[in-house]
């Protein structure tokens, strides 16, 4: 790993995410059940819990990728996905919601780059296609940005030809092209080998001192002692218990979260 | 069962033969005989050679005429007027049915309805049906209008002098094309991951962006042979615009050989000929069309033919020398 000690963008400030009562359901499956969540400026907050408890569900939430049945989301005190209309709350257009997406940076699981365009490409065709920058600075930011992944020398490489993890470093970059005020991580390493999981581990790590405000899903419990400010578990759409990583992780106070760490650990 | 007394002696002895000269990680393996396959190639050439004689001696085909025909200032207009058909065609066709498929795949149920209907019905219907319709549409609408159904007209056109023949013949083709490339360009559109609509939305890239340059281009990879296919279908059914009086290459020797009856099947010919370098042109396009579309998709690019014949020399060569230094 060559990667760079990642700078603070001067003009990104950290924001702030708050959750308010958030259900959601598919047909009569409840995924979510009135989820409150605060996560502070600057703040990496990891969220545990097992397959099909809505973590995921609760991330994509936050990015309005899907579209809760009760309950608000804000960023920076802006709702996401809707607006405020008397005492009601009336859904944004595509491209208002559009719009907001490019202040949250969203890294799946599975990557996601775009195959038919280089890894220099897929990291300036956000800041172009949104209007933020022209053509020639969004490469020279994309450059800079693969720089401090380690991936410099990559950048006229197609996604295919890359590895799990340098594909996910680079969507990493891709994210951080739009100077987001948080980031979303949906389990970033679950579909890499577990050789590869280091690096991008290490560039999150990286990240998470600048004081970019992360959410991370993931089930690296190791990493999430050592990075996280916070840790919540949530089961059933519901969040069990949270707090510090030496609390929830060391000292769970709920039966649930004693039984889910001791599978997982 | 008792086993003949020689049978364990030869056994042993059989190796000893050979072995002395060479140690076994030395001995080349001779590759299996096939006699089957040397037949079957043998009996293919015979075949393939039957037919070429015949082809160049039997007087039938008169090919002293087919070279009078083949240049023909005649032919070559009516090879032109196939060509200009086909393009028109196969542009409003692809334009058509890419509207269709995003009529098709939009969340409105109207659209979907009219888009399948639409697709159904120029499915069913045989182009020749549809082309002669045309024809005689002026008949049908004296004049065509644009405004409010039902109500007033805002402007209207002498439908008689906007449909030439040409005019005809491309709408009727195009509009049969778009029903086929509809269902084609839909095919291509769904095979793109899921995955990279849901990247396009959560980077906020602009609908007409997320569609123009994240899945089309992608969809364009499976759209490209399928389309081919179309369009080399194409190509041919421009056959039958013969019947709304545009001549046409098959036309043009139809008409010709109507004048110069001993010329028909030399005209036949030349009809095929051409239509055989169509296609080949066509395939060649296709070919890099889709090498173009597989960057990214591929970790390499399949090898152009020349690439391939080079390799093809190089491998050849090697072999040669393999063979000749054992």
Redesign the interface.
């Known amino acids: 790993m060559t990667a760079k000690t990642l700078e603070p963008p001067a003009d990104v400030e950290a924001a702030t995410v708050e959750v308010h009562d958030v259900h959601k359901w598919y047909g009569t499956h409840r995924v979510l059940n009135g989820i409150d969540l605060t996560v502070r400026p600057g703040e990496v907050t990891v969220i545990l819990g097992p397959s099909g408890s809505g973590k995921s569900t609760l991330l994509r939430v936050i990015n309005h990728l899907e579209k809760p049945e009760i309950g608000h989301v804000s960023v920076n005190d802006e709702l996401i996905g809707v607006k405020r209309q008397g005492d009601r709350l009336k859904e944004l257009s595509e491209r208002a919601i559009l719009a907001q997406r490019g202040r949250i940076g969203f890294v799946f699981q599975n990557f996601n780059l775009f195959p038919h365009l280089t890894v220099l490409d897929n990291v300036a065709a956000a800041p172009v296609a949104t209007g933020r920058l022209g053509k020639p600075e969004a490469r020279e930011l994309a450059r800079e940005l693969l720089d401090r992944v380690g991936l410099a020398d990559k950048t006229d490489a197609y996604p295919r030809q890359l590895s799990g993890g340098q594909q996910q470093r680079v969507a990493i970059a891709r994210a951080l092209a739009l100077r987001p005020g948080v980031i979303l991580f949906d389990e970033p390493t679950s579909a890499l080998d577990p050789e590869l999981v280091g690096e991008v581990l290490a560039v999150i790590k990286d990240l998470a001192s600048t004081g970019t405000t992360l959410v991370i899903v993931t089930h690296e419990i190791g990493f999430a002692r050592e990075i996280a400010d916070r840790v919540v578990f949530i089961d059933g759409g519901r969040i069990v218990e949270q707090g510090p990583p030496s609390e929830v992780l060391d000292k769970p106070r709920h039966e649930r979260t004693r039984d889910f760490l001791s599978k997982v650990l | 069962m008792s086993e003949p007394p020689g049978a364990a002696v030869s056994l042993a002895e059989a190796p000893s033969a050979d072995a002395p000269s060479k140690p076994l990680a030395a001995q080349r393996v001779l590759p299996l005989r096939r006699p089957g396959r040397w037949i079957a190639t043998a009996v293919v050439l015979v075949l393939v050679a039957q037919f070429v004689h015949g082809l160049t001696t039997n007087p039938f085909y008169q090919w002293d005429r087919f070279g009078y025909w083949f240049l023909r200032p005649t032919i070559l207009d009516g090879l032109l007027i196939t060509l200009e058909v086909t393009a028109y065609s196969a542009v409003l066709g692809l334009l058509g049915g890419v509207l269709l498929a995003l009529a098709r795949l939009s969340k409105s149920p109207v659209l979907r309805a009219v888009s399948w209907t639409y697709v159904w019905a120029l499915r069913s219907i045989p182009l020749i049906v549809v082309l002669l319709f045309l024809y005689n549409f002026s008949a049908l609408y004296k004049t065509l209008s644009v405004g409010v159904p039902f109500g007033p007209a805002f402007f209207s056109f002498d439908e008689s002098k906007l449909a030439t023949d040409m005019v005809i013949a491309v709408i009727g083709l195009s509009l049969n094309e778009a029903a086929y490339a509809a269902e084609v360009v839909r095919g291509g559109i769904l095979s793109v991951?899921q995955?990279?609509h849901?990247?396009?939305?959560?980077?906020?890239?602009?609908?007409s962006?997320q569609f123009t340059?994240?899945v089309f281009?992608?969809a364009l990879?499976s759209i490209t042979p399928n389309y081919v296919n179309q369009l080399i279908g194409l190509v041919k059914s421009t056959s039958l615009v013969f019947y709304v009086s545009l001549l046409d290459l098959f036309g043009t020797a139809q008409t010709m050989g109507a004048t110069y009856p001993g010329d028909i099947v030399p005209l036949l010919l030349v009809v095929t000929v051409w239509y055989l370098i169509l296609t080949s042109v066509v395939s060649v396009i296709q070919f890099y069309v889709e090498r173009y579309?597989a960057?990214?998709?591929?970790?390499n690019l399949p090898p152009t033919p020349l690439q391939q014949l080079r390799t093809g020399l190089t491998d050849l060569r090697a072999r040669i020398r393999r063979e000749a230094a054992v």
Do not use: F, N, T, V
């Open positions: 991951d995955g990279q849901e990247a396009a939305a959560a980077l906020g890239l602009p609908k962006y340059k994240i281009p992608q990879r579309y960057r990214g998709a591929s970790r």
